[in-house]
């Protein structure tokens, strides 16, 4: 009964993708996520696959991992929007960087500037983990409305210290969701949880939004974004992104709940800080400090789906955030991106930061590159069955020449 | 679920007190919300009762659900309150179960006579007869209608 | 006393009436001659759907979400694309609201009415196509004291 | 002039049957016993629109019945998705963020200065008040045109889904909304100069259908007819749902329990909800308008009602965890004013039969769902 036309023979190959391939008759979906990267024990909990469901059916759960309520309709996006699929890296970097990395950039990645940044704002400063740097960045990126809301790492659930995604909307909700959580929140997963943008394609006031991540969960955000099948309607109003830097991330029950709870008889609800540096593990509750051990103690908690991730310094971020490589009580920043580059410049000319160049042969940078490094050499290739493409350094390092500015 | 219930507590409190024996269940379901269990032959008294002295005087509606699993048509009543001001926003589930093979049920036109339509509605879509009611025909359904209740859960139209 | 009362202010309101009624007599009427004079619906208005082909990647989220079923996924080549059947739709949209890709939009056309049932099925092809510009459109305006009317569109 | 009372049992009476044919809105048949002039007892037959929606809705999951829950009174549409959409969120336990619920109260009362205006419109054409009949349609198009640049569509806006509503307030949708609510409000007394002073409404419906307190509360009547029988319940005020806990309006009542002061009650409630618009875009807040919501109907049952153009409409809903709800009842508006058709035809003059059965804006569409 229905007309069919004939097949059209030009159909414009998409924009970004690999152009046309055949409708598998073996569809991949949910289940198939589930079994090649779940149980596979390579899900870092971004949350990528969470926010890309179009009919809103995947949720966050308790034991870190996405879970489905209601009926699949089989429509292959969260599969491919999750990035421990396939990360084709370098076509990433055309989309957020216009240009893929050069061969010195192997290690950190592209970036235009390094620099330590402190915030002057001291409430902020009481709450930073080390230097307030997003807080403050997206503070002032609220005030001059650049952005409408940032999507940070926050505590929403009834658990004290499980990390979730937040809206921040102003100063006070910032300051409340500012310092690190050494264990995974799904952060990707609230642009779609909390920070619904209405899905209707006709630009109605769209709100802009910026999004807080550790690199993984960036992976996770461009993956969503880059690939033909994958959910590009999701990211479209964020403005930029700050990354942060991360070695590993912890399991939340065997770190937080059996140890600092369990063993150590710490109340999470009074723990107020808790930081992972020089190898060792300090925890505050009040000002006093708690804790203070090697971080040995915890290696059992760590999570071994973190063993494949090689990106250490979020390569895919604008700005990138971290402790490493400033003295204490300063970040260190790298921008990544001209945006990035304009945000952090109208900081301090607001005067919402203070900021001292990084000497890329400095020590700090030097120890900075040595850590990416080790990360790098984590081998990706044993778990993803198409190799994550992140550009592996040549054997022997070759004397970086000083990148003419 | 939310904030204090004291109304409905004392509601609940006052129920069981008067009914001790015939009330199954009285629970404070949300936050407004009571459900009350009551013996299918008891619910004539249970209902003056709920009219005159606690002041439920304005029917709702009334529903009946076909828990084909369990073998039994449950007949709930929505009952709300236009004479007490303070309970304005309370509803009371009066519910009351009946055998699915012989459902059989005591009509409360008697007690609201608003309940009448209602209940001629659960006769044509359920197959339950109501005793006492005043017109117990078909409401909707044309009268030439002679295939089973429509709404119970084995009578399945070809899913769209 | 009170009839004789009763009945002047029934003559007063009916007066009253009456006056209301005369003072529209010059106003302009609302209705519009539908083909000559077109009614313009804004940019969100849920019109018939329009499908980009390059973006649509098959995965059939509109027929799973689509209430009437009025949707089918037909095979051209080796891609699958939506077919609608608009002799079904209700224009609720939720296809376009859940479809991943931005693949299907709303358009302003909603003259799609034709002779015959089958011409209703929409391909994929027909779809593809922009709907066409239209002018001698009205728009509904109100202005404070003239009363509301339909004015020619500025083209804004 | 009090209605004739109706003559004693076993005088020779005369059965007519009125109908069925679309009697305004939708097709319904009253089988009136006469007695000469005078109606003896009216019976109404419905069902001839039913359609069986509570068994279709056990069929489909919660977003496609959406459209489905809202084909009963088109042009209250608004109104019972929210019915639905709030049995739903109490369910799931889903709380929408506040720009949503305010979004939500302006779709409801813009529907229902839509939904009194096309009552007063068929009230006046059942009058032969043809000028009555074009007005009301005609300025019904200010709202129309307004909720299409909201939602996209002209009538039927399925605009609210569980978690939030579909979309965001358009640019310049405020200041027109403003201008056009104003306007509208000189429109109502421009309606009451030529037709609710005029004695050729008054004289048909004063003291005509007369539905006494007791009678409008036992026979759980509701919404407007229960309100012109002096009777102050409305849902917004007893039990706030969406946003209404943070508006201030009044409740409009009217103690004479006629024909006539059912329909004041409709014309008071337009200028309230036109009044409620304004006030809502003033404090409407910023942020997103939807929050996530599973397609899920968790396990559970919720006795969810809201306070519909025609009164209340509510949903018992029982879910067990599937994307279909296991059990709804829905009970509508019109289905509860259904009982007190014939309390209000009982001695009335047939010609008077349409002011006083109308002013009940009773939808048999809506009733037979």
New interface residues.
Partial sequence: ?????T??QT?????EGEG????PIKLKIFGNLIAEVVHKGICMYCGACIA?C??DILFHSENEEPIMRGTC?????CYYSCPRIELPVAEIERRVFGRERTSEETILGIHLGSYSVRAKDPEILKNAQDGGAVSALMLYALDQKIIDYALVSGFTSLQPWKPGPMVARTKQELVENAGSQYTPGGQVGGLAEIAVPN????D?QEERMALVGLPCELQGFWRMNSH??????IGRNLVFTIGLFCSKVFDYQKMMVDYVQGERGIDLRTVTKVNIKKNRMLIYTGDRLAIDEPVEVIAHAAREECNICVDYSAELADIAVGAIGSASGWSTVLTRTPRGEDILNGAVDAGYIEMKRLDPLGKGMKFLETLCERKRLRDPSAYIRHNSAFPRPEPKLMPLQVPTK | MSLAHEREDSLVKTLKESFPSDIKEATVVRRSRINLVVAPDKIADIAVFLRDKLGYDHPSGVSAVDYNREGRFEIVYHLSSIKTRDQQDIVINLKESVPRNSPKAVSLVSVWPGVENYERESIEMFGIQFEGHPRPEKLFLNDNWDGPPPMRKEVRFPT? | MAPIVGKFK?AV??W??Y???LRHLFHKP?TLRFPEQRYA??????GRHLLH???C?????CA??????CI?I?Q?????FP?YFYGRC?????C???????AL??TVEYDIAEYTR?LL?W?P??LAKPPAKKDNKYV?S?N?SR??SQVPEQGH | MQAMSPTEPGAQTMTLSVGPQHSGSGHMRLIVELDGDIIVSAMPDPGYVHRGIEKIIEL?NI??????IERPSIIDASNLNHAWVKAIEELQGVEPPARGQYLRCLINEMNRIMSHLYWLSIYGVFLGHT?MFMWPL??R??FI?LA??L???RI?Y?YLVPGGV??DL?KGFAEEAI??T??FEKRLD?YE???F????F??RAKGIGILTRERAIALGSTGPTLRGSGIDRDLRKDEPYAAYGELDFKVHTRPGGDSYSRAMVHMDEMRESSQLIRQILEKLPSGPVRRKAPIVVPRGETYARVESARGECSFYMIGEGGDKPYRARYITGSYRNLAAIPEVLKGVRLADMPTSWWSIDYWPVEADR
């Fill in positions: 009964m229905t007309q069919t036309a097949p059209p159909l414009k190959p998409s924009a046309w391939k055949a409708r890309s179009p009919i309709a089989a429509c292959q996006v899905r209707s394609v006709v109605f033909w099948i994958a959910a590009p309607k | 769209d | 029934a309101n009916s009253v009436a006056s209301a009624g609302y619906v804004e940019a969100g208005f849920r082909l390059d973006r990647t098959g995965c059939g989220i799973w979400i689509c209430p009437e079923k089918t037909v051209r080549g080796d891609r699958w077919q209700c224009f609720c949209h939720f376009t609201d859940y479809c991943p890709e931005f939009e709303e089958e099925v391909s092809e027909r509904f109100v404070g009363g509301a | 489909r977003i496609r019945s959406i459209p489905v000028t005609g300025d198009e200010l045109d299409e640049s939602t996209g569509a039927t399925s579909r979309r358009p201008k056009r104003k306007y421009e100069n030529i037709f002073k005029n004695p050729l008054t004289s």
